[in-house]
């Protein structure tokens, strides 16, 4: 028998992001499981000259991108039609390692995760998407969900 009882859908507030969450709740509701809702939030990594950009204190930007993410996982648990578990961590690298690392730490079932992030080309190209990366080294089954705009008719 095909076990489903703990369903992760990591978030980065993405279509794509949201159109698994759809999905891992359809499933849930099927195999009456727990959706945990992950989003992780990786390190900034500086591109341009920061000497010339005007920041926040890094401890404030920090505080910023949290409450920001805690605001958009609070809204998105409202609006679904299905009992969620919330989960902010940040990740000291890569969040597709942070991914696969939490999915067996709380004993996973199945990752839905989106298709198309917000990485952009060059990322991509660099470091491969976040789900491939998932796919490749996660330790439970995995479904890769399309964004509707993808999908034949």
């Given amino acids: ?15 794509a992001s949201e159109e698994a969450l759809r999905r891992a709740i359809k499933l849930a509701q099927v195999f009456n499981a ?24 890094d401890e404030d930007l920090n505080q910023a991108i949290h409450d ?6 609070a809204k998105l648990q409202a ?42 080309f060059l990322e991509h190209f660099l470091m491969g998407s976040t789900a491939e990366q998932v796919v490749r080294y996660a330790p439970c089954s995995v479904l890769v969900s399309m964004p509707h705009g993808l999908l034949a008719d």
């Fill in 79 to 120: 609006n679904a039609d299905y009992p969620l578990i919330t989960h902010l961590h940040e990740s000291p690298g890569n969040a597709a390692n942070f991914i696969c690392e939490f999915a067996g730490e709380q004993d996973i079932d199945l990752i839905v995760i989106g298709r198309q992030g917000s990485k952009g």
């Fill in 34 to 57: 727990e959706v945990h809702l992950l989003h992780v939030i990786e390190p900034l990594v500086p591109l341009l000259d920061m000497e010339s950009v005007p920041m926040l204190p």
């Fill in 68 to 73: 920001q993410s805690r605001l958009r996982l």
């Fill in 1 to 15: 028998m095909i076990k489903h009882d703990k369903i992760l859908v990591p978030s980065d507030f993405s279509d």
